[in-house]
């Protein structure tokens, strides 16, 4: 195994010239071998599920950039009449085009779409479908009446998307963690990962009880049982070569929209008698009208605009948030919406917890916990990180027990393969609860989009979260649970993408959560 990764890494450094702070170069196919190995059935499942979020590109690669897709040059255009009906569908041809002002033969360009009325406050994503010649077809189920407006973004160009796909397969451990080991006046810091390479003596904290694995390198003059705490420490640089970078500009090519060949926009009329309504093929969560969100399954959704209200909704109620921070913004809401829930930090960090929250009054328990690594933060005790489906295994459930989870975005810089294999631990153990319990209420949170620039979209591209929210739809189906599509809340509200959804969508997130808990009736 030494023997392999000396060869992997002299293969490596050949092509790519050395940079500060490279203590490993491992490819995550040699990781695979780490952790537990997935039954036959999970390794059918795992293969189906690459197969099914697989990505077009172009067939040619290293042409000059003029040849890649321009936004500027692209445009939509809209089909069907100037009006339209309540019900219906828009349709919308969007065709790409290179710097040339040619017209591109291949797809894979990374596209986003959203119908809005500003001035009603209302907005919805759409259904984005890749012909894989340059052109593509956007869905809109047509939801309000009043004028409608056409928004189109290119995220990355189908280049920049070849330069994400290699990213994930040859630098899968891009982002460093290091963890302190200390005894006494002693003290060292080694690095960390899911797996590290065999070339000198590691420490080994794989979880017992999933198998989840977790390895740093032994400290000189310390023991493995003397780590304290686990951080990030930096993000690899020069990642991708000079060529590369001109596909990730901030402006030109970088989550810029496409503009409109001629009209911008249609009026949805209220829906004819004899009109027979559409079916819903883009399948949406939900909409904005108002500002407020509407979603467009069975279920009946209420705003909680005081914190009596939410008082009365979570009266007996214990609510437990594991994951990472975007879910801890629903806990920060809470406690400081609701002043009957007395918060205790309990000396816990600022911003990583564990925290938790009570009304004795109300019998209202509200806690929060972050999940085990890898895990994006400054620093945290090893002694508070904890695997989501651990906790899970220690949840009593119950009607009055509601379970909210979030993990995703700490996964992003990774092989889709370590997503599926955490989602595949935590499935079996919401199984485990759902069996013991039925009547537990769960729901899962999707990864929200967020703001891009050229250095972060290397490590934490929408591109990633996207094909990670298509596997845990996938893998989640037939249970139980709800899930929460903070994809679409973000992409169909008007504010701008943020990793931590400003307060206007987290307080339409915790009324959808609010309303799945009480179940209230239609008003």
């Not at 020069?238 to 402006?251: H, R, S, V």
Request: one cysteine or more; hydrophobic letters at 35%.
């Amino acid at each position: 195994m030494s023997t392999f990764y000396n060869i992997q890494s002299t293969i490596h450094l050949a092509f790519k010239s050395s940079q500060i702070l490279q203590p490993l170069t491992v490819n995550h196919k040699y990781c695979a071998e780490f952790g537990q190995k997935p039954t036959a059935e999970e390794a059918k499942e795992e293969q189906n599920l690459l197969s099914s979020i697989a990505w077009p590109g172009p067939l040619v690669q290293g042409l000059p950039v003029e040849f890649s897709s321009d936004p500027a040059n692209s445009y939509f255009v809209i089909q069907g009449p100037e009006e339209q009906h309540i019900g219906g569908q828009l349709v919308v041809d969007v065709h790409v085009q290179n710097f040339l002002d040619l017209p591109k033969k291949h797809g894979g360009d990374f596209l986003i779409a959203r119908l809005h009325s500003p001035e009603l406050g209302a907005g919805v994503s759409g259904k984005v479908y890749d012909h894989q010649d340059g052109n593509y077809t956007v869905l809109f189920p047509l939801l309000w009446a009043g004028k409608v407006w056409v928004e189109i973004t290119m995220v990355h160009p189908s280049e920049a998307v070849v330069v994400l796909k290699r990213l994930q397969e040859e630098d899968p451990y891009r982002v460093f963690f290091k963890s302190l080991f200390r005894s006494g006046a002693i003290s060292e810091t080694t690095f960390c990962n899911l797996c590290l390479p065999l070339n000198q003596p590691l420490c080994n904290y794989t979880d017992l009880e999933t198998g989840e694995p977790w390895y740093c390198y032994k400290p000189k003059r310390l023991g493995c049982d003397t780590r304290v705490t686990h951080y990030k420490e930096d993000i690899k640089q020069k990642l991708i070569t000079e060529y590369e970078e001109q596909f990730f500009q901030g402006g030109i090519n970088l989550k810029c929209p496409i503009h409109a060949s001629e009209r911008r926009s249609v009026t949805v009329l209220p829906a004819g008698e004899e009109q027979t309504p559409v079916k819903n093929h883009h399948a949406a969560f939900g909409y904005y009208y108002n500002n407020s969100w509407r979603p467009l399954n069975a279920m009946d959704m209420h705003h909680f605009k005081d914190s009596a209200a939410i008082t009365r909704c979570l009266k007996g109620k214990i609510v437990h948030m594991l994951g990472d921070s975007t879910v801890r913004q629903w806990f920060e809401y809470l406690t400081a919406f609701v002043p009957n829930l007395e918060r205790f930090d309990l000396y816990s960090s600022k911003n990583k917890g564990p925290f938790l929250a009570v009304d004795s009054k109300n019998n209202i328990m509200v806690s929060y916990r972050s999940h085990g690594p890898p895990l994006n933060y400054n620093t945290v005790f090893t002694s508070d990180l904890r695997y989501v489906s651990n906790e899970l295994d220690r949840i009593e459930g119950g009607p009055n027990i509601v379970v909210l989870v979030s993990v995703g975005p700490h996964f992003n810089s990774f092989p889709v393969e370590v997503y599926i294999r955490r989602l595949r631990y935590i499935r079996r153990a919401l199984v485990r609860l759902l069996n013991r319990e039925p009547a537990t209420l769960v729901m899962i949170r999707t990864i929200n989009m967020r703001k891009l620039n050229p250095g972060n979209s290397l490590s934490n591209s929408d591109w990633f979260s996207v094909q990670q929210n298509a596997v845990l739809r996938a893998m989640f189906q037939g249970l139980n649970i709800q899930i929460l599509d903070a994809w679409e809340m973000t992409l169909a509200h008007h504010l701008p993408h943020d990793i931590h959804p400003p307060p206007a969508i987290i307080e339409n997130m915790i009324d959808l959560i609010l309303s799945c808990i009480c179940g209230v009736e239609k008003t």
